[in-house]
């Protein structure tokens, strides 16, 4: 795993297997973003079994074998689509697209794995919903910072054990490093990916629904801007938002695409959780200047301040939980509302967003309209 490349940081975790191999088998359509590789390795160690791979790009799908050799690969999507053993799809293909191959699995029956974003329109989110009421089957979404990294796992449940009380404020930030030379030129194309606020923002509002327990929220006010990739017309490399939720609880975050080469990992991703008796802090990826490892988590509460290093000592749980979920219809993973609520407010944040248009010398502000 790259510490220094998030779009291929695919974190490995414990082996968990919650179901007996060969109960769960399940394959991969669409390779266009490295966190398949995250996706696959959490359903693997929770005892899924990955029988089928297919991209139209042969050398996507080269590389996606020498990390699991013992896959079979497809000639077509259909190939996968009608193979009646096969009980769920996941998918990191180009965003835009990945709504419409989500409606395609469920169509042929079966649950879908999305990266993030799941979406890039309101629409596509509207389609979802009513084909997983329509079939019953489960639209799973990675949203990776949450899910895939300890420190965040072990800061939800010390918020369920009520350790800093009711959770009233969450401030995130996730910045990220470009490294341009090597993206594909969708990367650059909001047609493709939605935009800043609803690509990477999606991480930071989903674990603000989920760290304040809310069910919705309104977005007060967002904006974007293009700072530093001024070759690439219409990227955007910074995004913020605020928003408040529906049982009170405020929340700010930043994202962005400029992580200076210096730093020793991917991107400093952080998060500060303010509660009615305490206050976490989730230091994700590195603690800079201290320690190279990731996943630190410092609480401070009425008994006093605490460190905690969680690398290797947390787990993944989502990934079982999500299987077990498809197996029975359960919603211990992630409520599908949850899933769907935190795609559609980061696409409000992004259609709504004020945009900078910034030159050497001057400013203008395009404000929203709708």
């Known amino acids: 795993m790259d510490k220094q490349d998030g779009m291929n940081y695919a974190p490995v975790g414990k082996v968990n297997e919650v179901i007996e191999r060969g109960s769960f088998p399940f ?3 669409g390779l266009d973003h490295g966190h398949i590789y995250g996706m696959c390795n959490g359903l ?50 180009i965003p835009n697209e990945r709504g419409e191959l989500g409606l395609r699995a469920l169509e042929h029956g079966k649950h879908y794995f999305a990266d993030k974003p799941a979406f890039t329109k309101l629409d596509q989110i509207e389609k979802a919903r009513q084909k997983t009421a329509e079939t019953g ?50 990367f650059f194309d909001p047609n493709c990916y939605g ?45 913020d938002a605020t928003l408040v939720a529906d049982n009170g609880a405020t929340f700010y975050f930043r994202v962005d695409w400029l992580t200076p080469d210096g730093l020793g990992t991917w991107g400093d991703g952080r998060a500060l959780i303010l509660g009615t008796e305490g206050y976490i802090e989730i230091r994700k990826y590195i603690d800079i200047g201290r320690d190279n490892t990731s996943n630190h988590l410092y609480l401070v509460n009425q008994e006093g301040e605490k460190h905690f290093e969680l690398s290797g000592k947390v787990g993944f749980p989502y990934f079982g939980q999500f299987i077990l979920d498809c197996l029975e219809g359960t919603e211990n ?5 949850h899933a769907f609520k935190a795609a559609e407010l980061c ?22 309209e709708g």
Not at 206 to 211: A, G, I, S, V
Not at 333 to 337: I, K, P, R
């Open 347 to 368: 696409i409000i944040a992004q259609e709504q967003a004020l945009k900078i248009e910034t030159a050497e010398t001057e400013v203008s502000l395009t404000p929203f």
């Open 137 to 186: 089957l489960k639209w799973g979404i990675y949203y990776s910072e949450r899910l895939h990294v300890e420190s965040a796992v072990f800061a939800g449940q010390l918020i369920e054990q009520g350790t800093i009380g009711r959770v009233v404020q969450v401030i995130g930030t996730g910045p990220h490093r470009a490294n341009a030379n090597s993206r594909p030129d969708w």
């Open 27 to 29: 394959a991969a359509i």
């Open 44 to 93: 693997l160690e929770a005892g899924a079994e990955l029988v089928a791979v297919y991209d139209p790009d042969p050398k996507k799908v080269e590389k996606f074998c020498e990390s699991f050799p013992k896959v079979k690969v497809a000639t077509t999507e259909e190939e996968i689509l009608n193979d009646s053993q096969i009980k769920l799809i996941a998918s990191a293909c």
């Open 195 to 239: 935009g800043i606020l609803c690509d990477i923002g999606s991480h930071q509002i989903e674990q603000f629904l989920h760290f304040t327990g809310a069910k919705d929220a309104k977005v007060l006010h967002s904006k974007v801007a293009n700072y530093h990739f001024k070759e690439y017309a219409h990227f955007e490399d910074f995004g």
């Open 333 to 337: 993973a992630m409520t599908q509302e």
